[in-house]
Every structure is written in C-alpha cells, then in structure tokens.
C-alpha cells in the first residue's frame, strides 16, 4: 500500500508524438493537500498530458505513478482513489441524476451514499433532473459529486472552468478551496489564469509541449515584472524584453525581476506573464 509521503500524482519524463505536435520530457510530483493549476495557451498540450497520464491515449514514453503506485500494475485501485473531470465530458442526456448514479456506483466498492447525498445538497443538485436540464457549471458540480463520493484522494480536472459565467466560475473555485481543507489533492488545467490567483498553490506552466516552469503561485509570479512604456518601447528596455503587448496608450513589457530596477514597474498578473511569454514564443 501507499503512504501518506507517497505524491497523489508523479511523472517523469512524459512523451508523446503526434504528426504535428510533440509533448517532450514533462516531469512533476504533486504534493498532498494542494492545489496545482496546469496552465498553457490552447494547443500547447494540456489536454495530451492528462489524457496520456490517466491513459486514455498510450505515452510513447515516461513513467507515471499515483500515490507512489505504477499505473500497470495497480490500475484498479488507482481509479478507486481518484476523480477525472472535464468539461468536455457528456452523460445520456435524457436520463435522470439518479440514474447515472446508480450505474456509476456499481463501479466502486467503497461508494459512500452519505457522501454522495452531502454533496449533492451542497452543489444544489436534485437527482430527479436530467442533465439536458443542468447548465455547464452544474454538469462538472455533477461529476465531482460523483468523483468525492467513491472517496478520490486526488481530482484531475481538464479546463473544468472553461465556457462557464463569473460567478459559476467563482463558486468551483471555492469549491476547490473547500476540497483542499479537506486534504483532498487538486490538479487542473486552465487557460482562465485568474481562477488560479484564487486557489493555486503551485503553477506548472506548457508551452509549445514543454514544461517551462514549475514554481509556487508567488514564486512564480514573483520572477517577473511589467514596464509600462507610453508610446514606443525605449531600446533600452529591448534587450530585456520577454515580450510585449500593445495597449491603448503605448505598450506593456514583460521582465525578469532582475532586470527591472532600471525602469519603473509593477508586479505582473498570471495572465500578463502567460500572455507576454506566449508573444515572445510566437516571434520565434
């Protein structure tokens, strides 16, 4: 059996090649009891990561263990102790709540229907419904429901935010935080960086297929700093450029923290950082 110092989630060296787009070397381990955001523009490879980590797709190399157990050999008990979400996931869309439920937990030995009705109450979810008559935020509510109520340890969330309004949006982030206090691990992918200033712990930036950074929310943050320049971008400020993006009144530029002192700045947001290290990949 794992231990409690065993990582929820470890990966080492993740591959996987496509005709036109390659996932090279990623590698990170979660840590118990937090919440880490997986962020990248659309396409950099998010979606292949998750997908050849839970195997819905074969990695074309790497090693994946959850809870310090290798996939292959423990594939059943692994599921038993975690949950996948995604927005893009469907239901039948005529049956009711109750309906999928009961097929869902024949599935798992350990379905807790205590659980399951606690958060059904709790996310405002009546099993009497069918999802043709849930909006999107009440559907990915539904499959946590579903995913806490079998006992995961650790929540695997594809873009779970994705299409939904502010507020449907702000209530799965403090849904999030309620998971974390209850020592539950979260792992979600996101292109809306402003969920992830709420709730994340730790940021693993995709770029391009790769893993450019892997840092805490502050330690992340903390690299880098925004010039704002009126008019055109000084050619002083050209050579420490990481990026720049055109506003009404001139341009802001994104620096490392080290290079900053010449110039007066601000902190950057997590979209300004994602946005202006995106541009500068994209002149090259």
């Given at each position: 059996?794992?231990?409690?110092?065993?990582?929820?989630l470890?990966?080492?060296?993740?591959n996987?090649?496509?005709?036109?787009?390659?996932?090279?070397d990623v590698?990170?381990s979660?840590t118990?009891?937090?919440?880490?955001?997986?962020?990248?523009?659309n396409g950099?490879?998010?979606t292949?990561?998750?997908?050849?980590?839970?195997?819905?797709?074969h990695?074309d190399?790497?090693?994946i263990?959850?809870?310090?157990?290798?996939?292959?050999?423990?594939?059943r008990e692994?599921?038993?102790?975690?949950g996948?979400?995604s927005a893009?996931m469907?239901?039948?869309?005529?049956?009711?709540?109750?309906?999928i439920t009961?097929?869902t937990?024949?599935?798992?030995p350990?379905w807790?229907?205590?659980?399951?009705?606690?958060?059904?109450?709790a996310f405002?979810?009546?099993?009497?419904?069918?999802p043709?008559?849930?909006?999107?935020?009440?559907k990915?509510?539904?499959?946590?429901a579903?995913?806490l109520?079998?006992?995961a340890?650790?929540l695997?969330?594809?873009?779970?935010?994705?299409?939904?309004?502010?507020?449907?949006?702000?209530?799965l982030?403090e849904?999030?935080l309620?998971?974390?206090d209850e020592?539950?691990?979260?792992?979600f992918?996101?292109h809306?960086?402003s969920d992830?200033?709420k709730?994340?712990?730790?940021?693993?930036?995709l770029?391009r297929g790769c893993?450019k950074?892997?840092?805490t929310?502050?330690g992340?943050?903390d690299?880098?700093?925004?010039?704002?320049?009126?008019g055109e971008i000084?050619?002083?400020?050209m050579?420490s450029?990481r990026g720049?993006?055109?506003?009404?009144d001139?341009?802001t530029?994104?620096?490392?923290r080290?290079?900053a002192?010449?110039?007066?700045?601000r902190?950057a947001?997590l979209?300004?950082?994602?946005?202006?290290?995106?541009?500068?990949?994209?002149?090259?």
């Amino acid at each position: 059996m794992a231990t409690e110092r065993n990582s929820p989630l470890e990966v080492r060296g993740l591959n996987k090649e496509y005709p036109a787009f390659t996932l090279r070397d990623v590698s990170f381990s979660l840590t118990p009891g937090s919440i880490t955001g997986f962020i990248g523009r659309n396409g950099a490879g998010k979606t292949t990561s998750i997908n050849s980590i839970l195997s819905f797709v074969h990695p074309d190399g790497g090693e994946i263990s959850f809870f310090g157990l290798p996939w292959k050999e423990h594939e059943r008990e692994i599921k038993e102790r975690i949950g996948f979400v995604s927005a893009g996931m469907t239901y039948h869309t005529r049956k009711k709540l109750k309906a999928i439920t009961a097929v869902t937990r024949s599935f798992y030995p350990a379905w807790d229907g205590k659980a399951y009705d606690k958060y059904m109450t709790a996310f405002g979810l009546d099993g009497e419904k069918t999802p043709a008559e849930l909006s999107n935020g009440m559907k990915i509510k539904y499959a946590l429901a579903l995913a806490l109520s079998h006992g995961a340890e650790l929540l695997i969330l594809d873009e779970p935010t994705s299409g939904l309004d502010p507020v449907s949006r702000e209530e799965l982030v403090e849904i999030f935080l309620r998971l974390k206090d209850e020592g539950r691990t979260v792992f979600f992918s996101t292109h809306i960086t402003s969920d992830l200033e709420k709730c994340a712990d730790r940021i693993l930036f995709l770029q391009r297929g790769c893993l450019k950074a892997d840092d805490t929310l502050d330690g992340f943050r903390d690299a880098w700093r925004i010039v704002e320049c009126a008019g055109e971008i000084p050619q002083a400020l050209m050579s420490s450029a990481r990026g720049a993006s055109r506003t009404r009144d001139g341009y802001t530029v994104l620096v490392r923290r080290e290079d900053a002192d010449s110039f007066e700045n601000r902190e950057a947001s997590l979209e300004e950082i994602l946005i202006h290290l995106e541009k500068e990949a994209d002149r090259t």
